[in-house]
């Protein structure tokens, strides 16, 4: 069946650093990805998105890298901070289909 | 505004109970999404509400498990003869209408614990 999976179960980095989060998706017909951030005892939170047409998009400290060809889906969190730990999810969709979910990584962040 | 609200944040029964989780959306938000996270693990797809289209149930683990959305709005998820491999938290996520791209909102979710 489709499935969305990520490479690292677990990325430790120093404050400050540059963090890069990867994921894996086999649906090369979805066209919407987002990342979530779940912090312990709430739910995910939004991060950030994009679509298929598209192959870059950065937010504020936030950037996600879309390569359709390799399906293949990453989120780079500049400057990592303490707060950023946390475990975070890629999801994709496909049209007005259910939003699948891969298993997440877990971000830690030392001082 | 308001965010996604479910409630009770936790919920204890025991093996062989019904239980029923609520759920209410964002206001005006017509997609509505149940999911399951086990400890530590990701998110199960359950259920998904799309406006007045028939519900994708496709997630639900049994028959044991339903869920309704009343008057387009408010949801209940319902597990009757509860299990203990039903332990987890349960998470509702609502998205805006008609819009297929558009970022599911989560709610804190319910902690459900059966003993």
């Known amino acids: 069946g489709e499935s969305v999976g990520l490479h690292l179960p677990t990325l430790s980095v120093q404050e400050g650093d540059n963090s890069i989060i990867n994921c894996a998706y086999s649906?090369?017909?979805?066209?919407?990805f987002i990342w979530y951030k779940q912090e312990s005892g709430k739910g995910p939170q939004f991060i950030i998105d994009?679509?298929?047409?598209?192959d870059k998009r950065q937010g504020q400290r936030v950037t996600v890298l879309l390569n359709k060809t390799v399906k293949h889906l990453s989120l780079q969190i500049a400057a990592t901070q303490p707060g950023d730990s946390a475990v975070y999810f890629c999801?994709?969709?496909?049209?007005?289909?259910?939003?699948?979910f891969g298993t997440g990584t877990r971000l830690l962040v030392s001082p | 505004g308001a965010g996604v609200s479910q409630s009770p944040s936790n919920k204890v029964t025991e093996k062989g109970k019904d239980v029923e989780l609520r759920c209410d959306p964002i206001?005006?938000?017509?997609?509505l999404y149940w999911y399951r996270q086990s400890l530590g693990q990701g998110l199960e797809f359950l259920i998904y509400?799309?406006?007045?289209?028939?519900?994708?149930k496709s997630g639900l683990p049994s028959d044991r498990f339903s869920a309704e959305r009343t008057g387009g709005s408010v949801s209940t998820l319902t597990i009757q003869r509860t299990q203990q491999e039903d332990s987890a938290v349960y998470l509702c996520?609502?998205?805006?209408?008609?819009?297929?791209?558009?970022?599911?909102?989560f709610g804190n979710g319910t902690r459900l614990t059966v003993t």
């Open positions: 649906n090369s017909a979805s066209d919407y």
């Open positions: 206001s005006g938000h017509t997609a």
């Open positions: 996520a609502s998205s805006s209408a008609g819009v297929n791209n558009s970022p599911l909102h």
């Open positions: 994009i679509r298929s047409n598209m």
């Open positions: 999801a994709e969709k496909r049209g007005f289909q259910k939003l699948v």
């Open positions: 509400f799309q406006g007045n289209s028939a519900p994708d």
